[in-house]
């Protein structure tokens, strides 16, 4: 299984971007999908995710603001994400696996991952 997010880049506070996960190996609507972010000297933390059910899970920080979502037909799982702010900033990485609901937002529970792609929010 490969993992590849794009779509990052720089952005003013308050403008949108739209992450891509693309996958070879492997097929979105058969596991679950996350978005992790990572910003300098800090740990690698839970921004959203799709379940196998297609059930959606945010962070309270993006709640509102970041939609994720799936397209089978492309094959391609997306974070949106609209109103961004300068604390948003960070490389965004995106993660396959089966997740317990309780462990959702671990790290530990993805077994895969992609290379990650830097967001840059401007104030």
């Known amino acids: 299984v490969q993992l590849q997010a794009s779509g990052g880049g720089l952005v003013q506070a308050g403008g949108s971007l739209r992450l891509s996960c693309v996958a070879s190996g492997h097929t979105f609507s058969r596991a679950g999908t996350a978005w992790f972010r990572q910003a300098p000297g800090k740990e690698r933390e839970f921004v959203s995710a799709?379940?196998?059910?297609?059930?959606?899970h945010y962070s309270d920080s993006v709640k509102g603001r970041f939609t994720i979502s799936r397209d089978s037909a492309k094959n391609t799982v997306n974070l949106q994400m609209n109103s961004v702010k300068p604390e948003d900033t960070a490389v965004y990485y995106c993660?396959?696996?089966?997740?317990?609901?309780?462990?959702?937002?671990?790290?530990?529970?993805?077994?895969?991952w992609g290379q990650g792609t830097l967001v840059t929010v401007s104030s």
């Open positions: 993660a396959v696996g089966n997740p317990i609901l309780s462990a959702l937002r671990e790290t530990r529970m993805y077994n895969h």
């Open positions: 799709i379940r196998q059910t297609g059930t959606t």
